[in-house]
């Protein structure tokens, strides 16, 4: 079946950077478009941005640009993003999700997120 | 970036009881809406896509209506498994935005 498993908690004092991983099986990598949803405690979800099929494209929120990097690799179907200059408010959940293919176009494939990793806690603490 | 607003933010209500939440987008998304189930410390899970195409798996009591910018999603007979907070999505733009949730709580 499908599965999305992620790497475990991870510790960082501010302005450190952390690196999340998701490990993919059950569906063919390099055809879907691949997520990350950040919740932060006791709020809601926050897309910080998605990467193409086999990490062939990337598109961050603007609130992440310049600290985010999303990448995969294709010999292990595993995801990655690190999340540089780390404060306070990064603490939060992150989540890697597999997208629906549901239209695709100029690029880029839209759809409902209908596979999710169990999450990843992040915590940033001096 | 769209903004996507959800009302209520907190609903109370009984088991069988009829449950309507709103989600509005800031800009006409067509049909591209996708509603969550998120439990308390569990992954969010998808409920229905495309406004109104119900997720294989989810509950027919779920269902969803909508287009532009108007969306509801609505739980005919509330069961003991609902109670959680429910998120719409929009998937209209390459920047994808969430709703801020809104908390159906036990009356």
């Known amino acids: 079946q499908v599965q999305l498993v992620q790497s475990g908690a991870e510790v960082r004092k501010p302005g450190a950077s952390v690196k999340v991983s998701c490990e993919t099986s059950?569906?063919?990598?390099?055809?879907?478009?691949m997520h990350w949803v950040r919740q932060a405690p006791g709020q809601g979800l926050e897309w910080v941005g998605l990467?193409?099929?086999?990490?062939?494209?990337?598109t961050y929120a603007q609130k992440f640009q310049g600290r985010v990097t999303m990448t995969a690799d294709t010999s292990t179907s595993t995801l990655y993003m690190e999340l540089s200059s780390l404060r306070s408010e990064d603490a939060a959940v992150y989540y890697c999700?597999?997208?629906?293919?549901?239209?695709?176009?100029?690029?880029?494939?839209?759809?409902?997120?209908?596979?999710w990793g169990q999450g990843t806690t992040v915590i940033v603490s001096s | 970036d769209i903004q996507m607003t959800q009302s209520p933010s907190t609903l109370s209500a009984s088991v069988g009881d009829r449950v309507t939440i709103t989600c509005r987008a800031s800009?006409?998304?067509?049909?591209?809406l996708a509603w969550y189930q998120q439990r308390p410390g569990r992954a969010p899970n998808l409920l229905i896509r495309?406004?109104?195409t119900l997720e294989s798996g989810a509950p027919s009591r779920f269902s969803g209506s909508g287009s532009g910018t108007e969306f509801t999603l609505t739980i005919s007979s509330l069961q003991p498994d609902d109670f959680a907070t429910y998120y719409c999505?929009?998937?209209?733009?390459?920047?994808?935005?969430f709703g801020q949730g809104t908390k159906v709580e036990i009356k």
């Open positions: 800009q006409n998304i067509n049909t591209w």
């Open positions: 495309k406004a109104s």
């Open positions: 999700a597999k997208s629906r293919n549901e239209h695709c176009t100029a690029g880029d494939c839209y759809g409902g997120l209908d596979v």
């Open positions: 990467i193409g099929p086999g990490g062939g494209r990337t």
């Open positions: 059950g569906f063919t990598f390099t055809s879907y478009y």
């Open positions: 999505q929009q998937y209209h733009s390459s920047s994808r935005t």
